[in-house]
């Protein structure tokens, strides 16, 4: 036996998977097919969103609440700044489908919040140019992830706990054994007491028929922009941003690093055969709805576009994740297909993972990201 626990992909969730379960125990491995926060990794695009404000399902929040401790101990635990606080806007039509539905989930789970008519965002937030019946919710407690940091801050983490990592060992098969998991690597194999599945847009291959027909890999891209006036653009002065206004959307953050503003649309992840060749360069329907959604709603950004790129994830087939074991006998455990929602969450996700898989301990309350779900279907 080559120890307790295996994490299979240190990106995202992977990575903080090992930096928890390093803290349960000094048997943990962690293998990355490349190195750990590698440019193709649905960790790529320099910031994720925190947010505490969502829209959809309640049972959320207390991962997003168990998450926003986690990040800090992180941040502690490592000397990173990794979450820049600087609020989070949630910005669209008063009686359109996002806002009253975001209203709705914030009622039930008490997350603080703010809204802002549209004349308080014109003195607030000018940088935004709403449309005559937009308003918006402001998160006090939203920011940037800087998704490189965090990743090999939390696997610097787990070795300093005293956790093995293998980089550049894709893993070819798991295959569950009388009393463990034999893992392969080319010529390479090894046997671990438990092993978690957290390879992203790579976890198809090591998945069972079920769960391969439940998900599809999905090209995710990312815009960045120029600000005519950077500073109005810094975190002190533009939370970041989800806004679903009529027929466009589009996300963002602030230049985090002083120069360059992140904008992207909303919702516009499509399909793609393998994730190791996701197209990077955007399509010329990419371009144009890109830059003019941000004309109509940056006036303060040159429209052009400077740096643009595409990252595969793994999206569900109703778009909530896959956190739990294959079935009550099984010792591999699956923590992927956050469908492009799951960094936010990713060290409370990271966690649950954990625990579980260690056999630490069970959580409550998450049928919704059971595999089991697609068992049926």
């Known amino acids: 036996m080559d120890g307790k626990l295996a994490v299979i992909g240190l990106g995202s969730i992977g990575s903080m998977a090992l930096w928890q379960a390093s803290r349960l125990t000094g048997s943990v491995t962690g293998f990355e097919a490349h190195a750990p926060a590698h440019a193709r990794s649905a960790v790529g695009g320099d910031t994720r969103l925190f947010r505490m404000l969502y829209r959809g399902v309640p049972d959320f929040y207390p991962i997003l609440e168990r998450s926003r401790t986690l990040w800090a101990e ?86 300093a706990n005293g956790a093995t990592v293998h980089s550049n060992t894709p893993i070819d098969s798991i295959t569950e054994t009388a009393d463990g998991v034999a893992i392969t690597s080319g010529e390479k194999s090894w046997t671990f007491e438990n092993v978690i599945v957290a390879s992203g847009g790579w976890s198809q291959r090591l998945m069972p028929d079920y769960l391969k027909a439940a998900t599809q890999t999905k090209r995710v891209f ?45 919702g516009r992840g499509g399909p793609t055969p393998q994730a190791d060749s996701v197209p990077r360069d955007l399509t010329s329907a990419e371009i144009s709805e890109t830059m003019e959604t941000v004309t109509e709603f940056f006036p303060g950004l040159f429209p052009n576009i400077v740096r643009s790129d595409a990252f595969p994830d793994l999206f569900t087939s109703d778009g909530k994740p896959l956190l739990g074991h294959l079935n009550d006998e099984s010792r591999i455990y699956v923590a992927t297909g956050f469908s492009g929602q799951g960094f936010k969450m990713a060290t409370g996700y990271g966690e649950i993972a954990a625990l579980e898989a260690l056999g630490k301990r069970n959580f409550d309350g998450l049928d919704f990201a059971r595999p089991r779900r697609f068992k049926s279907s």
């Open 222 to 266: 990312l815009t960045w922009f120029v600000a005519r006036d950077a500073s109005e653009f810094s975190p002190e002065k533009f939370p970041v941003f989800i806004r679903i206004s009529g027929d466009r959307s589009m996300y963002g953050a602030p230049a985090v690093d002083g120069v360059t503003v992140k904008a992207t649309l909303d």
């Open 74 to 159: 992180l941040e502690a635990e490592t000397g990173q700044n990794i979450l820049t606080r600087c609020g989070g806007l949630s910005i669209g039509s008063a009686d359109g489908p996002y806002i009253p539905a975001l209203l709705e989930t914030t009622r039930i789970n008490g997350a603080d919040h703010e809204i802002l008519s549209r004349e308080e965002m014109a003195e607030r937030y000018p940088q935004h140019n709403l449309r005559p019946d937009d308003v918006a919710v402001y998160d006090p407690h939203a920011g940037a992830l800087r998704t490189d940091r965090a990743v090999t801050a939390a696997v610097a983490a787990a070795q």
